[in-house]
């Protein structure tokens, strides 16, 4: 049993070497890509994939409605909004999608207890959100899902 | 499903393996550092390979999105104290906090103890936190991983931690024999 | 009591242990954890005790928030560990009412030494945000820095002071 587990060990950890990198595509953070935005990145696209109703509704500053003619240069780096999953070298998801951006960007929120890293973060994203109109706000308690993850951060393992 | 209930199953099967592997028993567990009785590392690093490789694996085939996973986060100089600390405790109380609650499960008095220290420890430093405070939150990296601070890729780390941990195996049978 | 079962064999249990851990990051985006539990029932203690000591209190407000001390994954996840450890120990009719400790020393050193080292465990987990299920376990299998840091010094603090506790286990 022993020899099976350490054969099995060893052949997944010698194909591990040539599995290259993992098939989920680059991700861009909402904060990173308004920084992006506002310091024109060259070749930069943000390309929206959701409906016309949704696009109208809200979208990114400089986002284009992907439509069908939309076409991309090999040098252009697009970030894909509340996308599907294309794999290609230089494109990106925003992580997280429309309402990402909504929460990290225009309505950035944190509470008076938080630890100096994410008072950093949330400093950061001020800035942008200022920057194009958004509402930073010091809050009592985070909106509940955002809550989860940031405990785990907060109250360690 | 609740995540508590999630959390609950995954504990029974923790605790469960646990005392299978005798990790339940103080004077098993310190047999470690005195190299009579190497369960706690063959344990602890075949679960660590199983669960690398796992997690290396599912997110390789789609299945797992490891950017759900939370990653623990690297505080270099906090960590490496507080390892150290831990250490020396883990050393004299023979049990470390899952351990301990394994032990007073099983009626272990020692297994109680051990938790009630662990208790009164982060009770006391949480109380006296302040003068802690700068050495907490120093030395931040984030959720930093190996690959990112060697800078190869996670293929290649995963391949040096199993052929480390197989070599080192074979050390620990003939450590043993030896005892 | 019928004999003892034998223990399973340790590169078995830690390949259970790690499809469990496997299991704990598909299912619920995280890994295992213990001293957390601790340190979330410490501030919900002092919480019930004074409200506001702990509000003010930089680390343990931190556990206040969000659902509150209570309501935390890990201490659900530390009750399964008890009864997970109490039901095979039941079944291998291992369950028994006992001080382990080494040959030399008496059941009351022995108590003495396990509450000693568990506050010290308590502390070095607290600045280390972690212990060995949650930082050597967990953030070993992903590979997290701060987690093998942690893992290497705790081996390390271990073995330098195993001498000096020799009478304890030999």
Known sequence: MRRVFAAAAAILGVLALFAGKPPSMKSVAPVELAEWIRERKPNLRIVDVRPEGEFDEYHLPRAERFVSSTTFAPDDIVVLVAGGSIHARNIYVLRGGIQAWIDEVMNPTITAAAPPSAQIAFQRASVVSRYFGGVPRVVDKLPSARANAAAVRRRGC | MNPFVIAGVIGIAFGWTLERAG????PKLAGQFYFTDLTVFKVMFSAIVTAMLGAFWLSRIGILDLSQVYIPETFLLPQLAGGLLFGVGFVVAGLCPGTSCVAAATGRGDGAMVMLGMFAGVLA?????????????????????????????????????VAMALIAFQFAERLEKRA | MSTPRRYADPY???????LVLLAAFVFAGRGLGASGAFASSAAGIVAAASPARAAANPYFARYLGGDGP???WLLFEIAGVIVGGFLSALFAGRLRAAVERGPNISGRSRLAYAFGGGSVMGIGAVLARGCTSGLA???????SAGAWLFMIAAFAGAYVFAPFVKRAWR
Do not use: H
Request: charge should be positive.
């Open chain 2, 23 to 26: 990790l339940g028993s103080a």
């Open chain 2, 125 to 161: 430093t949480g109380l006296a936190f302040a003068p802690l405070r700068n050495l907490y939150e120093s030395t931040a990296r984030g959720a930093l991983t190996l690959p990112e601070l060697l800078r190869v890729p996670a293929g290649i780390v995963v391949c040096a931690i």
């Open chain 3, 70 to 72: 209570w309501r935390e």
């Open chain 3, 12 to 18: 078995l249990a830690g390949v259970c242990l790690g």
């Open chain 3, 137 to 143: 376990l967990t953030g070993g299998a992903l590979l």
